[in-house]
């Protein structure tokens, strides 16, 4: 029940395959099995502790009990994966998916992890053309007060697209790039940039930041001061004028009084209506 009402708030395939992946992430993270789609870190990469990757165990004739069982656990693990990856596509698009078993015994051979690759490639950045243009595309970016939202939604979604594919963003292009379109001339903006500097200084290439907890920060960061400056607009503001109106008596008014209350917005005095008492006529009182 809890998959089935978060996947109907899944984005549609293929026009919004950034925003579609992010939200099934999420999905899959809630569920505690993003290791079974997180990417398989190369000799000397650093290891993301908040995922445990979870590979196909081996399995033939001569495997025991417990390894049957843990090949059972994990194709099990990956099926639900798989459903929140594919549940909600159209018919089109599950038409085209790799075969989901196959080999002499038909067993599983397309993993979660591979299908995912499948819908990037043919829906998300599928040459070096494409990618390149993304990426100029946000380097280009400068973000001011007003637009720190929609100028992190637009790297968000560069980064996402790019995630996977051979033309990934380098870890200085997400992190570097990214925080040089942030304004100028602001304290906080300043501190997270030297902070970016130095951390290419003293760690290296792989520097000390990852984009998506960055991007977070920013965005409170702006949250936070654009509740400041709102305040502070509240406070310098001066206050409205207090209003003496007085209420007419309504004893007053029943006793024959004349003021009354205008039933439409115009408040000017209507004209009296003259009328000839000897030949009927308006305009004159006799003639």
């Known amino acids: 029940m809890f ?3 978060h996947l ?3 984005p ?3 026009v919004t395959q950034a925003s579609w992946e992010s939200a099934v992430t999420q999905i899959i993270m809630s569920i505690g099995l993003r290791g079974h789609i997180c990417r398989i870190p190369r000799v000397g990469d650093l290891r993301d502790p908040t ?6 165990p081996h399995y033939d ?13 994990f194709w ?4 639900i ?3 929140c990856l594919v549940g909600k596509l159209s018919q089109e698009i599950q038409d085209s998916l790799p075969p989901k078993h196959g080999g002499d015994y038909d067993l599983p051979i397309c993993t979660a992890r591979d299908l995912l690759a499948f819908l990037r490639e043919r829906f998300g950045i599928g040459s070096a053309l494409a990618a390149e243009f993304t990426k100029a595309k946000v380097f280009e970016l400068r973000a ?4 720190i939202s929609s100028y992190v939604q637009s790297w968000h979604t560069a980064v996402h697209q790019l995630l996977g594919t051979p033309w990934d963003f380098t870890p200085w292009q997400k992190i570097q790039k990214f925080v040089d379109g942030l304004p100028n001339r602001n304290k906080a903006w300043g501190i997270i940039k030297e902070d970016v500097r130095r951390s290419w200084e003293t760690v290296g290439p792989d520097g000390l930041f990852d984009f998506d907890i960055l991007a977070t920060c920013i965005l409170n960061i702006a949250a936070d001061q654009r509740c400041i400056f709102l305040s502070n607009c509240a406070r310098s503001s001066p206050s409205a004028p207090t209003s003496n109106i007085t209420a007419p008596n309504p004893t007053t008014a029943s006793s024959g009084a004349t003021a009354s209350l205008p039933l439409s917005n115009d408040s000017s005095p209507s004209r009296p209506h003259l009328q000839c008492t000897n030949c009927n006529m308006f305009g004159h009182l006799i003639d």
């Not at 995922?51 to 196909?56: E, G, H, V, Y």
């Not at 001011?144 to 637009?147: I, L």
């Open 3 to 5: 998959l089935y009402r």
């Open 76 to 79: 099990h693990n990956d099926d």
């Open 51 to 56: 995922s445990c990757i979870a590979l196909p």
């Open 61 to 73: 004739f001569d495997s025991t009990l417990e390894e049957t069982e843990a090949y059972c656990i």
């Open 144 to 147: 001011t007060p007003a637009t």
């Open 8 to 10: 109907n708030l899944l």
């Open 12 to 14: 549609p395939l293929p």
């Open 81 to 83: 994966v798989e459903h």
